[in-house]
């Protein structure tokens, strides 16, 4: 694999290159994501001809559910709304009060950074051993095969190292909570109750307000330690080390003795050269052949030194995998402290943080400050869009049409209708919630336990499509509510003529003076 990655590198290195620097370019994008998005938003907004406002400023069209307001408008409204997360002072501080009562205060996720090191590390170190493993897991293969199967090892076990390590370290540190709220609970003398049940993110934090700190993290945190994944993680770093320990041992015997082999088969091949009566002399010169025992002490010499170098190398071998060892232990331990130093014990405290912005703000000051950098950015291009808007109208439009909507404008009716849809949900959550365990309560008992207005039972009804349904939900109504909803559609139905027949009468009397 080494040798192949050389050879393109060799052969073409400006394509090469530039592999690497794109995947470094998307390495980076993926760690900076959110930043990248705004700058691209802002820059493809008012890129010339192509850019999103180029675009848009094309459709004069009005919007179908307000007519106030352009379609072009609106969608540039919502490129931007993406970047603003709507909650208010409450929720955020109900995030908050989360996160602190289970301990999590300061806390972050890894680092896409860390996660990257970590990983690059492990990995470095399997591939180190993997090759060994390689040739006796497939054992006959092709060297550019063994090669192959070595990077597929190292990648498994860079895996199943990288996972039981961060958490192993993860469980570790949520361990550590549990056992210091015991203690605290302990050392209070246990006056309280450890737990007064688990409070997750969806209900109100202030729930246990009065109950004591390590009661408030129990909550959201668990009453139990456990070392299960840690004890797997050390029995499997302890497995690898030393299997792959060895295995590069095995190897390095097996080198040693193919050298003793080869060694003592020149030997053998120098002596049985002699014997067979060869005449190693050169005519003409006075180099007569060596006795017997000279012979034997010569090659003896020579095989003292080649143990010498093989015990040598044996040793220095061995003292060279022993680091190797070491340092394989310490990076699965710092895997451990990476896992052990980032993440949340709280269920809901990654939730939590995700929806106050990944650690972005820590006060409510910096969401609006977020607010209106956001805001003043939308509303400086909605004028560009409107200006073009303008002009393009002046051009091919036929009617005189002005705005003077802002961003501002559209985010307030984004928060009136999310109001009224959650509103809805309240009430259709409230009707449910009435009914009995195993009771099934009427249509026409359910609406009476949550009282509705004419309006409210005219807006349900134009939400439904099918004639059917309509008739089915009038008559899940109480009677004194049927009576007025059936007045309220008939005055409908009659305005409704009343407005067509004037329309009639108005289009006969034009075609007669037209």
Known sequence: MLETIKEIFAASPVMAWSVVSVM???????????????????????????????????DLNRDSADNTWFKAEKALSRDYKKFIRIQNEHDFNEKIDYITKAGDNGRTSTPTWIF???????????????????????????????????????FLISVILFAFTHFAGHELYKSNKIKHARR????????????????????????????????????????????MITIATVVIV???????????????????????VGGQ?????????????????????????????DLAQNQATKDKAMMDEINID???????????????????????????????????????????????????????ERYNEVADAAQAKLEALQQKLMERNADIGT????????????MEMTRQEEARDRENQDKHTDRKSNKPDGVSIPASQEAITSPLTVDQALQQLDSLQDKDDKRSYIKSLPPSMQTEVKNALMLAKAEAEKASATQTQLDDELDKLL
Do not use: C
């Open 116 to 154: 990257l090191l970590t990983a690059l590390l492990v990995f470095v170190e399997a591939m180190g051993f993997s090759y060994v493993l390689a040739g006796w897991t497939i054992p006959g293969a092709s060297e550019s095969t063994q090669q192959y199967g070595a990077l597929g090892i190292a």
């Open 314 to 368: 044996r040793h220095g071998g061995w003292g060279t995998f022993i680091i190797l060892a070491f340092i394989f232990m310490f990076l699965q331990i710092l895997g451990g402290l990476f896992g052990y130093r980032w993440g949340f014990a709280g269920s809901d405290s990654k939730a939590a943080f995700k929806s106050i912005g990944n650690g972005r703000y820590s006060t409510y000051a910096d969401v609006r």
């Open 238 to 260: 302890l497995i690898v080390a030393a299997g792959a320990t060895y295995v590069r041992g095995q190897v390095l015997e097996k080198t040693l003795h193919q050298t003793v």
């Open 184 to 227: 605290e609970w302990a050392e209070d003398g246990r006056k309280h109750k450890f737990t007064t049940g688990t409070v997750p993110l969806a209900r109100k934090q202030s729930i246990d307000d009065g109950q004591p700190n390590y009661t408030q993290l129990a909550n959201r945190v668990g009453t139990h330690e456990s070392y």
């Open 399 to 410: 009617e005189g049409m002005h705005t003077k909507n802002t961003f501002w404008k559209f």
């Open 24 to 58: 470094f370019a998307m390495l980076v994008m993926a760690a900076l994501w959110d930043k990248v998005a705004w700058w691209w938003l802002n820059t493809w907004m008012s890129f010339p001809l192509v850019g999103r406002i180029s675009r848009l400023s094309k």
């Open 265 to 293: 088969n020149q030997a053998e091949i120098g002596l049985s050269l002699n014997d067979d009566g060869l005449d190693m002399t050169v005519k003409g010169t006075d180099n007569p052949i060596m006795p017997d025992a």
